[in-house]
């Protein structure tokens, strides 16, 4: 097959392609300049490790489309790191970090990204967008005479704010007239040419730092190979693996259903992790997914890898041959440009939502959100989803029910119908009345699940309430593995080959 008649790599393609990677390495710029400030390194190291990172990842990462560079939730953790021991152990740390995160692939954990719930997803996106929005906010202030940054006034505020609505306006225009070249870049460039063609006063990327820099060279850590060293380091690397795991994966869940399609979570964990690894040996402080900048990506419909490796040779190039023209294009147009991303980013649907869905869904959704722009992702979504683990077994707790009956014998039966586990066995003793009951008794457990050792220590607690009252207790229909882990009750149980559940019990004396 030819390339014009393949679907996925037709001209059209390839130049949307191409032209949404030169609107992504345009964004990718200031980030990468800023968020070096942030670890306190040279702009290079975040350059470099946007280029690498984003080269690999696009290559042989899980989700085509998505972009990754060097991003502001590690940068906030790298900046201690480098402040008290100096780069050359935030380079050996990325290494470490990289390493990490390729085990995390091997062992295939990534797929456990898919058990985050919805209203974590929604807090998480929400959360970014106004981080997004948040981080430009920076970049309205100035140096005063005192060499303290001041925000803007007069008629440098006012251009900057005009030249932010208009590159708005094209970004948002312009589709309803023609989908020829991404309504972003199309955006950037006019208000490029104006500020250059007529001179405007307004601060341009030149302002942050120089971006002129030769190709990334090799260089091995200059740290001593010692467990003091390991013992530094790894701490970071534990904690930045896991920021940029949890980044990467959510971004990529987002992009899956933005999309329609399926990414693999398992193998971008791998790519993330090697690209770390590389960019530690070449000089940058590592990264993760973005989702800005995929969200530039994906909302342009560039969701092949060409868009990726696109951006990260357009942001070398502009290193090695277009520093100076970079360094020419106004702030605004890239403020513009992530204002509209933080706004398209924004999951607004979710705001009518809360009158509607469960209370515990909206508290997750707000908590997730706060803690990410107060604190940081991983904590926001840890934070999430122990919220929803927590409300899960509290609803499942109350849900053990039983139906009482006496049989023909004249028998009491218990029928149960839940699941027993830690955070129903309480409610799971107010359930019977030993002293009321007759001398025989019987549990039915037909349609109820022991699920925890927790669960098993209340049949046993049962059984003991039972005796002491005197009283026969039988339990029918119980799964082999609880009848394993019983003590007090085993002799109770009563075995009914071919009928008895084979589910198996979560319980640490079983293997």
């Known amino acids: 097959m030819t390339p014009s008649h393949c679907p996925n790599f037709t001209l059209s393609r390839v130049k949307l392609c191409t032209l949404s990677g030169l609107t992504v390495a345009l964004a990718l710029v200031p980030e990468a300049i800023a968020f070096a400030f942030v670890a306190q390194v040279h702009p290079l190291t975040g350059l470099y490790a946007a280029f690498i990172m984003g080269l690999i990842t696009a290559a042989f990462g899980g989700r085509p489309g998505m972009i990754s560079g060097a991003t502001g939730a590690l940068a906030v953790v790298m900046v201690a790191l480098v402040v008290q021991h100096g780069v050359e152990y935030l380079f050996a740390t990325v290494v470490l970090m990289g390493l990490l995160q390729i085990a995390f692939g091997l062992l295939k954990l990534g797929k456990f990204i898919r058990m985050v719930p919805f209203p974590v997803m929604l807090g998480f996106v929400n959360g970014l967008a106004i981080v997004i929005f948040l981080a430009q906010m920076g970049h309205f202030k100035m140096l005063g005479p005192d060499g303290v940054p001041a925000w803007m006034t007069g008629t440098k505020l006012y251009a900057m704010l005009g030249l932010i609505a208009l590159t708005m306006a094209i970004i948002y225009l312009l589709p309803r007239l023609t989908r020829v070249i991404p309504s972003a870049l199309a955006g950037i460039a006019t208000v490029s040419f104006l500020v250059i063609f007529f001179g405007i006063d307004t601060k341009t990327v030149g302002d942050m730092a120089s971006i002129e820099g030769g190709l990334p060279q090799f260089h091995f850590p200059q740290v001593p190979l010692s467990w003091e060293t390991l013992q530094i380091i790894f701490p970071y690397s534990l904690i930045l693996a896991s920021i940029g795991l949890i980044e990467s994966l959510l971004t990529l869940n987002l992009i899956d259903e933005m999309t329609d399609t399926r990414g693999k979570p398992n193998r971008e964990c791998v790519a993330q992790g090697g690209a770390n690894v590389v960019t530690g040996f070449f000089g940058g402080m590592g990264g993760c997914a973005m989702i800005g900048q995929s969200m530039i990506n994906v909302n342009n419909g ?11 040779l357009f942001l070398l190039s502009f290193i090695l041959f277009a520093s100076q023209w970079i360094a020419m294009i106004p702030l605004a147009a890239l403020i513009g440009l992530m204002f509209v991303v933080s706004q398209k980013t924004f999951a607004w649907g979710s705001l009518t939502a809360m009158r509607s869905v469960p209370r515990s869904d909206a508290l997750v959704v707000v908590a997730v959100t706060v803690i990410t722009v107060l604190t940081d992702l991983a904590i926001a979504v840890v934070t999430g989803v122990i919220i929803s683990a927590l409300v899960f077994a509290w609803q499942h707790a109350k849900h053990i029910k039983v139906n009482t009956y006496l049989d023909g014998k004249g028998w009491k039966v218990y029928e149960l119908e839940g699941t027993l586990f830690f955070a129903s066995t309480a409610e799971f003793q107010t359930l ?51 009848l394993d882990v019983l003590e007090k009750a085993k002799d109770m149980v009563e075995i009914h080959v071919g009928e008895d559940p084979h589910y198996h019990l979560a319980d640490d004396k079983l293997g």
């Open 302 to 312: 560039a969701t092949q890898r060409l868009s990726g490796i696109a951006a990260a």
């Open 432 to 482: 019977f009345t030993p002293k009321e009951d007759p001398e025989e008794v019987v549990v039915e457990f037909r349609r109820a699940r022991v699920m925890d050792h927790s669960a098993v220590e209340a049949i046993d607690s049962l059984a003991t309430r039972y005796q002491q009252a005197g009283k026969r207790l039988h339990l029918r229909h119980l799964s082999p593995d609880c």
